[in-house]
């Protein structure tokens, strides 16, 4: 079975600019997260889509936005991009959202942003 | 809110060693915990979960067990291998009902043969 896709696996962006990113989750999956990892550090968390509707937002200023399509794919957008956007975009898909005990959280091989 | 602190590396061992990376965690309630790896190069895999205390999460040979009373979900292992060399991360979800995951900042280890 497919894990979690993303695409595209590497890019390179100008300041000002506008990204998309997408990201296909494991099949039967209905929601999806995405985190932005700096070199060095953890993940942090961006944004999260469940049944289409949005279910968490990190702190990270408006130019992020996202949306969850009726198949549950996923885009991630960046606009105005700023040298300090240059990461590795990471998405993420769980069946259901929340503590259960069965609601395991996969993530893609991300797509790594360079922002020159 | 939410945090996880993690001990600081990088970490060199040889093989064979006894492997621990500690991880404590503050939050609301009683979150569920993971503990994930990124080999070079590649996203983040799951390596283990507790989601109650007392839990014990295995994998691998990786253990690590939910101490409510210590708030720490430290991850160990017996003997490590050159092939275990990778990023280890601390992980928790909250209890908002939503999947976001608040992670450390990670621990290098490097295992030399």
């Known amino acids: 079975d497919a894990g979690v896709t993303q695409s595209p696996t590497h890019l390179i962006k100008t300041r000002g600019q506008q990204v998309t990113l997408r990201c296909s989750p494991i099949?039967?999956?209905?929601?999806v997260s995405w985190y932005q990892q700096v070199l060095g550090q953890g993940p942090q968390f961006i944004f999260q889509?469940?049944?289409?509707?949005?279910?968490g937002r990190g702190n990270f200023p408006d130019r992020f936005s996202a949306r969850q399509f009726p198949n549950y794919s996923s885009e991630l957008n960046v606009n105005a991009l700023l040298l300090g956007d240059s990461a590795l975009y990471l998405c993420?898909?769980?069946?259901?959202?929340?503590?259960?005990?069965?609601?395991?959280?996969?993530f893609g091989e991300g797509s790594w942003l360079t922002v020159v | 809110g939410n945090s996880v602190t993690q001990m600081e590396g990088p970490v060199t061992l040889s093989e064979e060693a006894f492997l621990t990376i500690n991880c404590t965690y503050t939050?609301?309630?009683?979150?569920?915990l993971f503990w994930y790896v990124q080999y070079p190069g590649e996203g983040l895999q799951l390596l283990l979960k507790?989601?109650?205390?007392?839990d014990k999460g295995s994998n691998k040979g990786f253990e690590a067990t939910y101490r409510k009373e210590t708030t720490s979900f430290h991850l160990e292992k017996g003997s490590v291998q050159v092939s275990d060399s990778a990023v280890y991360f601390c992980?928790?979800?909250?209890?908002?009902?939503?999947?976001?995951?608040?992670f450390g900042t990670g621990t290098r280890l490097t295992v030399i043969p």
């Open positions: 993420a898909s769980s069946y259901g959202t929340g503590t259960l005990a069965g609601n395991t959280i996969y």
């Open positions: 099949s039967g999956h209905k929601s």
């Open positions: 889509y469940y049944e289409k509707e949005e279910r």
């Open positions: 939050a609301t309630g009683y979150p569920s």
């Open positions: 507790a989601t109650k205390a007392d």
């Open positions: 992980a928790l979800v909250g209890i908002t009902g939503a999947n976001n995951l608040f």
